[in-house]
Every structure is written in structure tokens, then in C-alpha cells.
């Protein structure tokens, strides 16, 4: 999660730094900012030592960037995610709320509070910005949007709507592990053997079964007839146990 979160702060670079490229939204003067200000220049800094995991000296370097621009989005944004680590909560959606503040329409700062607030248990809140950001169409990882939302309607236990956004991800990107798993999960939990077997053999084309889905496997193939496959699967989960 940290790796992705880290990548929606370069998004957010790219996006705050001044360009011939038309604006993909409209958002405020304040973030319509020169790449080598000194702002900006301590937003790339702040992300650099976040991902050395130098927590105090990015707080520091965003903290600076915003005492050159006190509404520069992206760096409300990187502290908030740097607090966020710390388990420093309130003070994450104190600089969240600036963020979203200071460019309400910038979709790659809504996704991001919609994963924070999925993160802490507000999971329809969560929603409601994942939708704003599908609401813009220049979004260009709208799939991760989609498999964001279906997780936390999961977890909201929505099933019914969790399923329907984990197919659209997957009709963008056919290989997203997180959709695939959640699906094998879903068609399983609905009696739909030939399906739930469909998107178990999809996900292990990518990625080793952990032990749910070894047992979700075992019981589909039980349920298909196919003993010798199932017999299959109870090995491979007795090894993991082991």
C-alpha cells in the first residue's frame, strides 16, 4: 500500500508542476506551481526521504514547502500520508481535509482520502470520494479506483455493489490479484462453482494461493466433481499448515 500511496504523490507532482499540457481539471491558481520552486523542490525531497523511510526529515521538508505555499495541495497531501504512517490520525485528516480544501477536484488527492478514510473503518464516506474520483474521465488508473471501492464495499459488506466494481477493474486490467481474489471469494460464497473455479485458475496464473483460497478451491472442486483437483488442493494446503 505504502509503494502505491507513493505513487499518487508523483502523480500529484507531475500534475502540480507548471506544463504546456492543458489542465485535466480545474483546481486553483495555488497549484499551478513551478517544478523548481522551492516548494516544489521540498515536496520531491519530502517524497525521497518518505520512502527512506525518514519520516522527520519529510515532515520537515513538506512542512517547509507549505511555509512557501500554505495551500499547495500535494504537500497537505504528503504529510497527511506521512501521518498517516505514524499512525498520527488526527493530524493525517487534519492535512486530508486541507488537501481536498485546496484542490477539490484534483481526483488523485480524492482517491487518496477515500483510501485513507476505507483505511480507518468509514467505509460508505470512502465511497462517495471514490466516485468523485471516477467522476473525472482524465483519471488514468480509473481500475485501481474500482478495485479500491469494492474493497472497502466489502468491507461495508456490500457484496453485491463490491462485485460489480471488481468486474470493471478487471475488464481494464484482466490481471489486478486484489479483484481477482476478492472475486474467487464472492462467486464461491454465491454457489457459482464454474465461475469461482474461472477466477481461481486466473489468479494463480499471477500469484501463489494462500491458504483461503486453497480451501475455497478444495470445496469448489468437491462441488464440481472433481475429486482428484480438490485432493490436489487439500495437498497443497496441508504443506502451507505444515
Request: proline letters at 4%.
Amino acid at each position: 500500500m505504502k509503494n502505491v500511496l507513493v505513487a499518487s504523490l508523483f502523480l500529484l507532482i507531475m500534475g502540480c508542476a507548471s506544463n504546456p499540457q492543458p489542465k485535466r481539471y480545474n483546481d486553483a491558481d495555488s497549484q499551478k506551481v513551478d517544478s523548481n520552486s522551492p516548494e516544489m523542490l521540498n515536496v520531491k525531497m519530502g517524497v525521497a526521504y518518505f520512502e527512506r523511510n525518514d519520516y522527520d526529515t519529510a515532515i520537515e521538508k513538506f512542512k517547509r514547502a507549505l511555509a512557501h505555499n500554505p495551500k499547495l495541495a500535494i504537500a497537505h497531501s504528503g504529510l497527511a500520508l506521512v501521518y498517516s504512517t505514524m499512525n498520527a490520525m488526527d493530524d493525517a485528516e487534519k492535512h486530508y481535509k486541507q488537501s481536498i480544501r485546496y484542490a477539490p477536484n484534483d481526483p488523485t488527492i480524492l482517491n487518496n482520502y477515500g483510501t485513507f478514510l476505507c483505511q480507518n473503518g468509514k467505509y460508505l464516506e470512502a465511497v462517495e470520494y471514490y466516485k468523485k474520483t471516477l467522476a473525472n474521465p482524465f483519471y488514468k488508473t480509473p481500475e485501481t479506483v474500482r478495485e479500491n471501492m469494492g474493497v472497502c464495499l466489502m468491507k461495508a459488506e456490500k457484496a453485491e455493489e463490491a462485485e460489480y466494481n471488481f468486474r470493471e477493474a478487471l475488464k481494464v486490467n484482466p490481471r489486478m490479484p486484489i479483484s481477482l481474489y476478492n472475486m474467487v471469494i464472492l462467486s464461491a460464497g454465491k454457489g457459482e462453482s464454474m465461475t469461482a473455479r474461472a477466477f481461481i485458475q486466473r489468479l494463480e496464473s499471477i500469484m501463489e494461493l494462500d491458504e483461503k483460497v486453497l480451501k475455497v478451491a478444495y470445496e469448489v472442486e468437491k462441488k464440481l466433481g472433481n475429486q482428484k483437483m480438490a485432493n490436489a488442493y487439500l495437498a497443497r494446503l496441508r504443506k502451507i499448515k505444515k
